[in-house]
Protein backbone atom coordinates (compact mmCIF):
# COMPACT_ATOMS: atom_id res chain seq x y z
CA UNK A 1 0.00 0.00 0.00
CA UNK A 2 1.67 3.05 -1.02
CA UNK A 3 1.73 6.64 -1.27
CA UNK A 4 5.36 5.95 -2.16
CA UNK A 5 8.38 3.81 -2.70
CA UNK A 6 5.66 0.75 -4.30
CA UNK A 7 6.29 -1.93 -6.50
CA UNK A 8 3.36 -3.39 -7.84
CA UNK A 9 4.03 -6.58 -7.12
CA UNK A 10 1.97 -9.44 -5.74
CA UNK A 11 1.46 -11.24 -2.73
CA UNK A 12 1.88 -15.03 -2.17
CA UNK A 13 -1.22 -17.13 -2.59
CA UNK A 14 -3.80 -17.97 0.56
CA UNK A 15 -6.75 -20.05 -0.28
CA UNK A 16 -9.73 -18.48 1.92
CA UNK A 17 -10.70 -20.10 4.40
CA UNK A 18 -14.12 -20.21 6.59
CA UNK A 19 -13.80 -19.33 10.23
CA UNK A 20 -16.11 -17.23 12.93
CA UNK A 21 -16.94 -13.76 11.89
CA UNK A 22 -16.97 -10.99 14.93
CA UNK A 23 -18.56 -10.89 17.93
CA UNK A 24 -19.34 -7.72 19.58
CA UNK A 25 -21.41 -5.34 20.61
CA UNK A 26 -23.54 -3.05 17.95
CA UNK A 27 -23.29 0.78 18.64
CA UNK A 28 -24.75 4.00 17.19
CA UNK A 29 -22.07 7.04 17.14
CA UNK A 30 -23.27 10.03 15.53
CA UNK A 31 -19.45 11.62 15.89
CA UNK A 32 -16.03 10.25 15.36
CA UNK A 33 -13.05 11.14 16.93
CA UNK A 34 -10.89 9.33 14.49
CA UNK A 35 -9.08 11.85 12.07
CA UNK A 36 -10.73 11.75 8.84
CA UNK A 37 -14.09 10.14 9.68
CA UNK A 38 -16.28 12.94 10.56
CA UNK A 39 -17.57 14.15 7.98
CA UNK A 40 -18.53 10.69 7.10
CA UNK A 41 -20.45 10.03 10.35
CA UNK A 42 -22.17 13.12 10.27
CA UNK A 43 -23.67 12.10 6.75
CA UNK A 44 -24.15 8.10 7.41
CA UNK A 45 -25.25 7.75 10.91
CA UNK A 46 -26.02 4.20 10.88
CA UNK A 47 -23.26 2.29 12.32
CA UNK A 48 -22.32 -1.14 13.83
CA UNK A 49 -19.34 -2.02 16.33
CA UNK A 50 -20.52 -6.06 14.82
CA UNK A 51 -19.11 -7.87 11.19
CA UNK A 52 -21.91 -10.29 11.40
CA UNK A 53 -21.64 -13.43 8.86
CA UNK A 54 -24.90 -12.26 7.66
CA UNK A 55 -22.93 -9.01 7.06
CA UNK A 56 -19.57 -10.54 5.46
CA UNK A 57 -22.25 -12.60 3.08
CA UNK A 58 -23.43 -9.35 1.65
CA UNK A 59 -22.70 -8.08 -1.98
CA UNK A 60 -21.37 -4.64 -1.33
CA UNK A 61 -19.63 -4.06 2.31
CA UNK A 62 -17.84 -0.89 3.29
CA UNK A 63 -16.38 -0.11 6.39
CA UNK A 64 -14.60 2.62 8.36
CA UNK A 65 -11.70 1.84 11.55
CA UNK A 66 -12.36 3.95 14.64
CA UNK A 67 -8.67 3.04 15.47
CA UNK A 68 -5.69 4.44 14.37
CA UNK A 69 -3.45 0.97 15.11
CA UNK A 70 -1.64 -0.07 12.09
CA UNK A 71 -1.63 -3.94 13.28
CA UNK A 72 -5.07 -4.00 14.37
CA UNK A 73 -6.31 -2.31 11.21
CA UNK A 74 -4.04 -4.58 8.75
CA UNK A 75 -5.66 -7.76 11.13
CA UNK A 76 -9.14 -6.09 9.98
CA UNK A 77 -8.65 -5.91 6.78
CA UNK A 78 -6.87 -9.27 6.66
CA UNK A 79 -10.17 -10.84 8.41
CA UNK A 80 -12.59 -9.34 5.27
CA UNK A 81 -10.36 -11.22 3.42
CA UNK A 82 -10.71 -14.42 4.46
CA UNK A 83 -14.14 -14.14 5.59
CA UNK A 84 -16.23 -12.15 3.34
CA UNK A 85 -18.23 -13.89 0.51
CA UNK A 86 -16.28 -14.68 -2.27
CA UNK A 87 -18.64 -12.82 -4.50
CA UNK A 88 -18.87 -9.71 -2.63
CA UNK A 89 -17.26 -6.01 -2.66
CA UNK A 90 -15.76 -4.80 -0.24
CA UNK A 91 -14.22 -0.99 0.57
CA UNK A 92 -12.16 -0.71 4.12
CA UNK A 93 -10.71 2.89 4.99
CA UNK A 94 -8.41 3.48 7.51
CA UNK A 95 -6.26 6.26 8.95
CA UNK A 96 -2.88 4.89 10.89
CA UNK A 97 -0.56 6.64 13.46
CA UNK A 98 2.90 7.24 12.36
CA UNK A 99 5.15 4.24 10.77
CA UNK A 100 7.09 2.69 8.45
CA UNK A 101 5.44 -0.11 6.47
CA UNK A 102 7.48 -2.91 4.57
CA UNK A 103 5.80 -5.51 1.88
CA UNK A 104 5.40 -8.93 2.58
CA UNK A 105 8.74 -9.77 1.32
CA UNK A 106 11.00 -7.01 1.82
CA UNK A 107 14.16 -6.66 4.03
CA UNK A 108 13.93 -3.68 6.87
CA UNK A 109 18.03 -3.56 7.01
CA UNK A 110 17.69 -2.53 3.29
CA UNK A 111 14.66 -0.68 3.12
CA UNK A 112 14.59 1.27 6.71
CA UNK A 113 17.00 3.75 8.41
CA UNK A 114 16.59 1.62 11.54
CA UNK A 115 18.71 3.88 13.54
CA UNK A 116 16.38 6.76 12.97
CA UNK A 117 13.31 5.22 13.87
CA UNK A 118 15.05 4.37 17.09
CA UNK A 119 15.64 7.65 17.90
CA UNK A 120 12.19 8.52 17.15
CA UNK A 121 9.74 7.55 19.80
CA UNK A 122 6.31 7.42 18.09
CA UNK A 123 7.02 6.04 14.65
CA UNK A 124 6.87 2.25 14.45
CA UNK A 125 7.75 -0.22 12.44
CA UNK A 126 5.33 -2.84 10.17
CA UNK A 127 5.03 -5.62 7.88
CA UNK A 128 2.13 -6.22 6.10
CA UNK A 129 0.56 -9.44 4.34
CA UNK A 130 1.23 -8.18 1.03
CA UNK A 131 3.59 -7.46 -1.57
CA UNK A 132 5.12 -3.66 -3.03
CA UNK A 133 7.53 -1.59 -1.58
CA UNK A 134 8.08 0.42 1.59
CA UNK A 135 5.39 3.56 2.79
CA UNK A 136 5.00 5.69 5.39
CA UNK A 137 1.92 5.96 7.29
CA UNK A 138 0.53 9.25 9.37
CA UNK A 139 -2.71 11.11 9.98
CA UNK A 140 -2.45 12.95 6.92
CA UNK A 141 -2.95 10.25 4.35
CA UNK A 142 -5.83 7.94 4.29
CA UNK A 143 -5.18 4.04 3.50
CA UNK A 144 -7.76 2.52 0.96
CA UNK A 145 -8.78 -1.20 0.22
CA UNK A 146 -10.74 -2.79 -2.03
CA UNK A 147 -11.63 -6.84 -2.07
CA UNK A 148 -13.08 -8.57 -4.55
CA UNK A 149 -13.72 -11.48 -6.43
CA UNK A 150 -10.75 -12.95 -8.72
CA UNK A 151 -12.56 -12.99 -11.68
CA UNK A 152 -13.29 -9.08 -11.97
CA UNK A 153 -9.87 -8.33 -10.32
CA UNK A 154 -7.91 -5.07 -12.33
CA UNK A 155 -4.83 -4.15 -11.20
CA UNK A 156 -6.20 -0.40 -12.17
CA UNK A 157 -10.16 -0.55 -11.60
CA UNK A 158 -9.79 0.74 -8.38
CA UNK A 159 -7.14 2.68 -8.65
CA UNK A 160 -8.95 4.82 -11.39
CA UNK A 161 -12.01 4.68 -8.48
CA UNK A 162 -9.95 6.83 -6.42
CA UNK A 163 -8.67 9.39 -9.69
CA UNK A 164 -12.05 9.77 -10.18
CA UNK A 165 -12.81 11.33 -6.22
CA UNK A 166 -9.62 12.67 -6.66
CA UNK A 167 -10.95 14.64 -9.68
CA UNK A 168 -14.03 15.47 -7.43
CA UNK A 169 -11.90 17.25 -5.30
CA UNK A 170 -10.38 19.53 -8.00
CA UNK A 171 -7.19 17.50 -8.48
CA UNK A 172 -7.33 17.48 -12.41
CA UNK A 173 -4.39 16.37 -13.29
CA UNK A 174 -4.81 12.87 -11.09
CA UNK A 175 -4.25 9.44 -13.37
CA UNK A 176 -2.97 6.26 -13.03
CA UNK A 177 0.48 5.42 -14.56
CA UNK A 178 1.71 2.58 -16.02
CA UNK A 179 2.92 1.06 -12.83
CA UNK A 180 -0.66 1.04 -11.36
CA UNK A 181 0.42 4.14 -9.09
CA UNK A 182 -1.84 7.15 -9.06
CA UNK A 183 0.21 10.46 -10.06
CA UNK A 184 -0.41 14.14 -10.10
CA UNK A 185 1.38 16.84 -12.85
CA UNK A 186 2.59 19.72 -10.47
CA UNK A 187 0.06 20.61 -7.85
CA UNK A 188 -2.64 18.36 -9.50
CA UNK A 189 -4.69 21.39 -10.84
CA UNK A 190 -2.86 22.86 -13.62
CA UNK A 191 0.22 24.53 -11.98
CA UNK A 192 3.46 22.81 -12.70
CA UNK A 193 4.38 19.92 -14.85
CA UNK A 194 6.73 17.81 -12.71
CA UNK A 195 5.35 14.49 -11.86
CA UNK A 196 4.66 13.60 -8.26
CA UNK A 197 3.22 10.19 -6.87
CA UNK A 198 0.65 10.18 -4.19
CA UNK A 199 -0.98 6.88 -3.87
CA UNK A 200 1.01 3.57 -5.29
CA UNK A 201 -0.99 0.06 -4.97
CA UNK A 202 -0.01 -3.43 -3.72
CA UNK A 203 -1.74 -6.78 -3.83
CA UNK A 204 -2.48 -10.28 -2.13
CA UNK A 205 -4.36 -12.26 -4.61
CA UNK A 206 -5.70 -15.73 -3.06
CA UNK A 207 -7.75 -18.44 -4.63
CA UNK A 208 -11.16 -16.87 -4.23
CA UNK A 209 -10.37 -13.65 -3.24
CA UNK A 210 -8.44 -10.21 -4.67
CA UNK A 211 -7.10 -7.33 -2.61
CA UNK A 212 -6.10 -4.41 -3.75
CA UNK A 213 -4.87 -1.34 -1.59
CA UNK A 214 -2.76 1.95 -0.96
CA UNK A 215 -2.57 4.60 0.62
CA UNK A 216 -3.25 8.19 -0.72
CA UNK A 217 -0.84 10.98 0.35
CA UNK A 218 -3.37 13.86 1.20
CA UNK A 219 -1.47 16.32 3.54
CA UNK A 220 1.00 15.17 5.38
CA UNK A 221 2.60 16.76 8.21
CA UNK A 222 5.68 15.04 8.38
CA UNK A 223 6.46 15.15 4.06
CA UNK A 224 10.00 16.45 4.29
CA UNK A 225 11.12 13.76 6.98
CA UNK A 226 9.47 10.32 5.14
CA UNK A 227 12.95 10.60 2.83
CA UNK A 228 15.12 9.87 6.12
CA UNK A 229 13.22 7.06 7.39
CA UNK A 230 13.15 5.24 3.98
CA UNK A 231 17.09 6.03 3.34
CA UNK A 232 18.88 2.81 4.61
CA UNK A 233 22.40 3.36 6.02
CA UNK A 234 23.22 -0.24 5.33
CA UNK A 235 22.20 0.01 1.67
CA UNK A 236 25.53 0.07 -0.21
CA UNK A 237 26.36 -3.32 1.49
CA UNK A 238 24.00 -5.38 1.43
CA UNK A 239 22.47 -7.60 -1.49
CA UNK A 240 19.03 -8.73 -1.23
CA UNK A 241 17.05 -11.53 -2.94
CA UNK A 242 13.53 -10.04 -1.71
CA UNK A 243 11.45 -7.19 -3.12
CA UNK A 244 13.40 -3.80 -3.42
CA UNK A 245 11.13 -0.40 -3.70
CA UNK A 246 11.18 1.57 -6.51
CA UNK A 247 11.90 5.07 -5.03
CA UNK A 248 9.63 8.41 -6.67
CA UNK A 249 9.01 11.53 -6.18
CA UNK A 250 5.79 12.54 -3.78
CA UNK A 251 3.97 15.38 -2.28
CA UNK A 252 0.68 16.23 -0.83
CA UNK A 253 -2.04 16.65 -2.70
CA UNK A 254 -3.65 19.23 -0.58
CA UNK A 255 -7.14 17.56 0.47
CA UNK A 256 -9.04 17.43 4.08
CA UNK A 257 -8.93 13.71 4.66
CA UNK A 258 -12.74 13.50 5.22
CA UNK A 259 -14.08 14.74 2.06
CA UNK A 260 -11.64 12.44 0.28
CA UNK A 261 -13.41 9.77 2.46
CA UNK A 262 -16.59 11.11 1.12
CA UNK A 263 -16.00 10.63 -2.15
CA UNK A 264 -13.91 7.49 -2.65
CA UNK A 265 -17.05 6.11 -0.63
CA UNK A 266 -19.34 7.97 -3.06
CA UNK A 267 -17.22 6.01 -6.20
CA UNK A 268 -17.36 3.10 -5.15
CA UNK A 269 -21.35 2.96 -3.97
CA UNK A 270 -21.46 4.35 -7.14
CA UNK A 271 -19.68 1.30 -9.22
CA UNK A 272 -21.55 -1.65 -7.13
CA UNK A 273 -24.72 -0.41 -4.98
CA UNK A 274 -26.89 0.14 -7.87
CA UNK A 275 -25.41 -2.86 -9.90
CA UNK A 276 -26.93 -5.14 -6.98
CA UNK A 277 -29.58 -3.23 -5.45
CA UNK A 278 -28.82 -2.96 -2.16
CA UNK A 279 -28.89 -0.06 0.79
CA UNK A 280 -25.22 0.02 1.79
CA UNK A 281 -24.16 1.22 5.26
CA UNK A 282 -20.89 2.24 6.68
CA UNK A 283 -19.85 0.20 9.49
CA UNK A 284 -17.47 1.32 12.02
CA UNK A 285 -15.36 -1.09 13.47
CA UNK A 286 -12.30 -0.70 15.94
CA UNK A 287 -10.70 -1.11 19.30
CA UNK A 288 -13.64 -3.23 20.43
CA UNK A 289 -12.70 -5.83 17.96
CA UNK A 290 -9.41 -6.46 18.74
CA UNK A 291 -9.65 -9.17 20.87
CA UNK A 292 -11.93 -11.30 19.01
CA UNK A 293 -9.74 -14.62 17.97
CA UNK A 294 -8.80 -13.93 14.29
CA UNK A 295 -8.33 -10.62 15.10
CA UNK A 296 -5.87 -11.14 17.95
CA UNK A 297 -4.17 -13.58 16.48
CA UNK A 298 -3.92 -11.74 13.35
CA UNK A 299 -1.99 -8.84 15.71
CA UNK A 300 0.30 -10.88 17.49
CA UNK A 301 1.83 -12.38 13.95
CA UNK A 302 2.13 -8.90 12.98
CA UNK A 303 4.05 -7.90 16.35
CA UNK A 304 6.01 -10.42 16.57
CA UNK A 305 9.50 -10.14 16.21
CA UNK A 306 9.71 -13.14 13.94
CA UNK A 307 7.16 -11.71 11.68
CA UNK A 308 9.11 -8.05 11.60
CA UNK A 309 12.44 -8.95 11.23
CA UNK A 310 12.39 -13.17 10.71
CA UNK A 311 10.36 -12.58 7.23
CA UNK A 312 13.28 -11.64 5.66
CA UNK A 313 14.46 -13.34 2.58
CA UNK A 314 18.12 -14.28 1.69
CA UNK A 315 20.56 -11.56 1.77
CA UNK A 316 24.22 -10.96 2.08
CA UNK A 317 25.98 -7.90 4.21
CA UNK A 318 29.86 -7.23 2.90
CA UNK A 319 31.73 -4.12 3.85
CA UNK A 320 34.00 -4.21 0.59
CA UNK A 321 33.08 -5.39 -3.07
CA UNK A 322 32.89 -9.33 -4.07
CA UNK A 323 32.08 -11.32 -6.79
CA UNK A 324 28.70 -11.55 -6.71
CA UNK A 325 28.63 -7.73 -5.43
CA UNK A 326 30.61 -5.88 -6.77
CA UNK A 327 29.36 -2.22 -6.47
CA UNK A 328 31.97 0.46 -4.96
CA UNK A 329 31.49 0.49 -1.38
CA UNK A 330 31.48 4.03 1.02
CA UNK A 331 34.85 4.70 2.44
CA UNK A 332 35.01 3.06 5.79
CA UNK A 333 34.79 5.38 8.40
CA UNK A 334 38.42 6.96 9.60
CA UNK A 335 38.58 4.78 13.14
CA UNK A 336 37.79 1.54 11.53
CA UNK A 337 41.52 -0.21 10.02
CA UNK A 338 42.15 0.37 6.50
CA UNK A 339 42.63 -3.81 5.95
CA UNK A 340 38.80 -4.60 7.95
CA UNK A 341 36.24 -6.91 6.11
CA UNK A 342 33.35 -8.47 6.66
CA UNK A 343 30.82 -10.80 5.13
CA UNK A 344 27.61 -12.07 5.94
CA UNK A 345 24.71 -14.28 4.40
CA UNK A 346 21.57 -13.87 6.43
CA UNK A 347 18.28 -16.21 6.14
CA UNK A 348 15.47 -15.03 7.97
CA UNK A 349 17.67 -12.46 9.59
CA UNK A 350 20.12 -15.42 11.09
CA UNK A 351 23.41 -15.67 10.18
CA UNK A 352 24.01 -18.33 7.69
CA UNK A 353 27.69 -17.51 7.20
CA UNK A 354 29.99 -15.21 8.21
CA UNK A 355 33.62 -14.11 6.98
CA UNK A 356 35.72 -11.66 8.57
CA UNK A 357 39.54 -10.33 8.06
CA UNK A 358 41.73 -7.64 9.49
CA UNK A 359 40.39 -7.49 12.86
CA UNK A 360 43.16 -7.11 15.61
CA UNK A 361 43.81 -9.38 18.60
CA UNK A 362 45.24 -9.34 21.96
CA UNK A 363 46.43 -12.95 23.44
CA UNK A 364 49.18 -15.79 22.49
CA UNK A 365 51.00 -14.67 19.27
CA UNK A 366 49.40 -16.57 16.58
CA UNK A 367 48.73 -15.75 13.08
CA UNK A 368 46.10 -13.53 13.07
CA UNK A 369 44.24 -14.77 9.65
CA UNK A 370 44.03 -17.76 12.08
CA UNK A 371 41.91 -15.70 14.80
CA UNK A 372 39.93 -14.10 12.29
CA UNK A 373 38.73 -17.79 10.71
CA UNK A 374 37.62 -18.79 14.50
CA UNK A 375 35.80 -15.60 14.93
CA UNK A 376 33.84 -16.15 11.31
CA UNK A 377 33.23 -19.92 12.90
CA UNK A 378 32.02 -18.37 15.79
CA UNK A 379 29.85 -16.26 13.88
CA UNK A 380 28.25 -18.88 11.92
CA UNK A 381 28.31 -22.19 14.05
CA UNK A 382 24.74 -21.58 15.27
CA UNK A 383 23.31 -21.43 11.71
CA UNK A 384 21.63 -25.12 11.75
CA UNK A 385 20.17 -24.76 15.32
CA UNK A 386 18.39 -22.40 18.24
CA UNK A 387 21.56 -20.61 19.06
CA UNK A 388 21.73 -19.25 15.41
CA UNK A 389 23.10 -15.39 15.72
CA UNK A 390 20.30 -13.36 15.01
CA UNK A 391 20.64 -9.78 13.76
CA UNK A 392 16.96 -8.71 15.40
CA UNK A 393 18.09 -9.81 18.58
CA UNK A 394 21.53 -7.95 18.55
CA UNK A 395 21.85 -4.75 20.56
CA UNK A 396 25.39 -4.06 20.52
CA UNK A 397 27.55 -5.79 17.57
CA UNK A 398 30.39 -5.74 20.48
CA UNK A 399 28.63 -8.12 22.54
CA UNK A 400 28.58 -10.07 19.51
CA UNK A 401 32.37 -9.81 18.85
CA UNK A 402 33.45 -10.53 22.42
CA UNK A 403 31.36 -13.48 22.55
CA UNK A 404 32.40 -15.04 19.56
CA UNK A 405 35.63 -15.16 21.43
CA UNK A 406 34.26 -16.63 24.97
CA UNK A 407 36.20 -19.40 26.24
CA UNK A 408 39.47 -18.89 23.90
CA UNK A 409 42.93 -17.90 24.88
CA UNK A 410 42.82 -14.31 22.24
CA UNK A 411 40.19 -11.54 22.20
CA UNK A 412 39.37 -8.91 19.74
CA UNK A 413 41.09 -6.22 20.86
CA UNK A 414 39.86 -2.74 22.76
CA UNK A 415 40.45 -0.44 20.02
CA UNK A 416 39.08 -2.81 16.99
CA UNK A 417 36.16 -4.15 18.98
CA UNK A 418 35.10 -0.39 19.80
CA UNK A 419 35.78 0.71 16.04
CA UNK A 420 34.44 -1.98 14.23
CA UNK A 421 31.38 -2.56 16.43
CA UNK A 422 30.66 1.25 16.71
CA UNK A 423 30.61 0.91 12.23
CA UNK A 424 28.17 -1.76 13.04
CA UNK A 425 26.15 -0.42 15.05
CA UNK A 426 25.10 2.46 12.56
CA UNK A 427 25.10 0.72 9.14
CA UNK A 428 23.95 -2.54 9.93
CA UNK A 429 22.14 -2.20 13.50
CA UNK A 430 19.78 -5.12 14.93
CA UNK A 431 16.05 -4.71 15.92
CA UNK A 432 13.98 -1.55 16.13
CA UNK A 433 10.58 -2.05 18.12
CA UNK A 434 8.25 -1.21 20.64
Known amino acids: MAALLLRSTTGGFRCLTK ?5 STTTTTTLSSNPGFGLLTKLRRSYSATISQDLLNKRVQVYQSTSNDPYLNLSIEHHLLQHSHPDSYVLFLYINDPCVVIGRNQNPW ?3 NLPALQEADDIKLVRRRSGGGTVF ?28 ALKDLGVTTAKVNERHDIVIAGDGRGNGKDVFKVSGSA ?3 TRLRSLHHGTCLLNSPRLKNIGNFLRSPGEPYIKAKGVESVRSPIRNVDIDTEEFN ?6 FLAMYEKQFGEHVKIERVGEEVKDMGNIRKGMDELTSIPWIYGQTPQFTFSSRPTEDDPRERPSLDLDVQSDFNIEFTLRHGEIQTANVSGFKYEGPTMDEDFYDGMVSQALAQGSDDES ?6 IN ?19 SSLHSISGWLNK ?3 GNHFR
Not at 262 to 267: G, L, P, S, T
Open 19 to 23: GPAFV
Open 110 to 112: LEV
Open 137 to 164: HDHGNVNWSVICPPAVFDRDRHAEMVVR
Open 203 to 205: YKL
Open 262 to 267: KRVVDE
Open 388 to 393: AVKLYE
Open 396 to 414: DWATVLKSATSGQAFKVSD
Open 427 to 429: VFP
